[in-house]
């Protein structure tokens, strides 16, 4: 047998460097990271670590030297729907009037390929200057949006998810599926780009009230089937869809208890927004691996309620931060770990709490990738990660830069950028090992 290629270091970067040991963050002021090409060819980061200690060992690689500049991984995205980037800012009384009147004429338009591409491709690149480099994507009902999404990312080599959304009932001619075609192109969409380069399948019913029985039932048997694909839907966002989704699903403990009976809690399973949830329903989705997105900027735009961190913590249940643009409003991390802050401190309907920067920073990255059973791959910056990073430009606005020299601790530091932080602080991406053009 031949032996294995070994890892190859290609190139090396030395800068500030924040990365995450469990919950931890760990803080380089002089790091160097040295990224390379693992034994099947993927781009990983090799070596981390201050930079003396790890450049001497590597004294013929070309290093760029970035030392006011930070390095940190690139942002992952838990939950957003690309076909809705032109309906952002679209007001509306609440969740239900706002998919009749905006989301779902908008989505109508992913019929057509073409403006499905065209869309997907601003959409990337969008996803891109704000330095995220993963997410995981709602598509529309219609085939032709998973094409164009899944070849778009896989052009750029992005780690991506994404998936045909399901709803074969309440849904308005235009969007509505229909239960077995819906079932079948899941299969076949799954099964061409499941697993092709970075690309993966999110099985995707839109929520419980759009839904049959007949579709929960095909989506949870496809999930059962292809258990490293994920699953991605809605849970608990409004009052109105709360109390709908118990008028149709009686038997159901809860709505949770809706996915549960079906068969649609597992690993890999991501349902955003997860605010109206009691105890047990809480207890249930950490028992099954079940992560939540949570999307301050919807939740406050449309007025859905506050997710109850403390609660989520308490229970030790995954979660992770997400954007859920275009019902949220900012493509940016840092407008959505700020409203989190926010949405954290509000104290009259749940315990308020003051989220720290660190643990922000950590839920819109590492702590998004664990929710994805991608802890280790993506979201971090430790010695076999996968090589998507962005650097950080703490002086990218003046207001930035008075504040940033101010600050006296991490916690600080990520706080300024956090506040003051837009797409300006991205500096440059990195993309499976290759800096993107600036
Ligand atoms: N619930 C069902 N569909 C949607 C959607 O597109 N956006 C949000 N925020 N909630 C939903
Ligand atoms: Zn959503």
């Known amino acids: 047998m031949l032996n294995p290629r070994p890892a190859t270091p290609t190139h090396a970067c030395r800068a500030r460097v924040l990365r995450f040991d469990n919950h931890q963050p760990i803080w380089e002021d002089d790091g160097a990271l040295v990224f390379g090409t693992d034994a099947t060819g993927q781009a990983r980061l090799l070596e981390v670590g201050s930079a003396p200690a790890v450049l001497g060992q590597y004294p013929l690689l070309p ?51 073409a403006h499905a591409a065209a869309t997907a ?17 709602f598509c529309t009902s219609h085939p032709a949006s998973v094409e164009a999404f899944f070849q778009a990312a896989r052009q750029r080599q992005m780690r991506m998810m994404g998936g045909k959304v399901m709803q074969d009932r309440h849904s308005p001619d235009g969007v509505r599926d229909q239960t077995e075609q819906s079932l079948l192109d899941t299969k076949a969409l799954l099964q061409r780009w499941h697993g092709q380069d970075r690309l993966g399948y999110a099985i995707t019913p839109r929520f419980a009230p759009t839904s049959s029985d007949a579709q929960l039932r095909g989506a949870a048997e496809l999930a059962a089937r292809y258990p490293d694909t994920w699953i991605q839907s809605h849970l ?26 079906f068969g649609l809690l597992r690993q890999r399973a991501i349902y955003a927004h997860c605010i109206h949830l009691d105890t047990t329903d809480r207890q249930r989705m950490k028992a099954c691996h079940t992560a939540a997105a949570v999307s301050p900027t919807s939740n406050l735009f449309l007025g859905s309620g506050f997710f109850d961190f403390a609660q989520a913590d308490a229970i030790g249940m995954g979660y992770g931060l997400a954007s859920d643009v275009g019902g949220g409003t900012s493509f ?52 076999g990660c996968e090589a998507d990073c962005i650097v950080l430009n703490p002086q990218a606005t003046p207001l930035l830069a008075r504040r940033t020299a101010q600050a006296d601790s991490l916690e600080e530091l990520l706080f300024a950028m956090i506040v003051l932080g837009d797409d300006r602080l991205v500096e440059r991406v990195m993309v499976n090992g290759q800096w993107l053009p600036g």
Do not use: C
Request: hydrophobic share 40%; glycine share 8%; net charge negative.
């Open 63 to 113: 290093v760029a030297h970035w030392p006011d500049r930070i390095v940190a991984p690139g942002f992952v995205d838990l939950h957003i729907h690309y076909p809705q980037t032109d309906i952002i800012g679209s007001p509306a009384e609440g969740l239900l009037p706002w998919l009749e009147h905006y989301t779902f004429p908008a989505e109508t338009r992913f019929a057509d390929a």
């Open 121 to 137: 491709e601003f959409f990337l690149d969008e996803l891109l200057r704000n330095g995220v480099t993963t997410a995981l994507t």
């Open 236 to 261: 608990a966002e409004n009052r109105d869809e709360v109390r709908w989704v118990a008028e149709l699903f009686p038997l159901s403990r809860s709505y949770l208890g809706v996915y549960e009976d």
């Open 332 to 383: 940016s991390p840092f407008r959505t770990m700020l409203a989190a802050y926010f949405a954290g401190r509000e104290g009259q309907t749940k315990q308020g709490v003051s989220l720290l920067p660190s643990q922000l920073w950590y839920r819109h990255t590492a702590g998004a990738a664990a929710a994805l059973g991608l802890e280790g791959s993506i979201g971090n910056l430790q010695p």
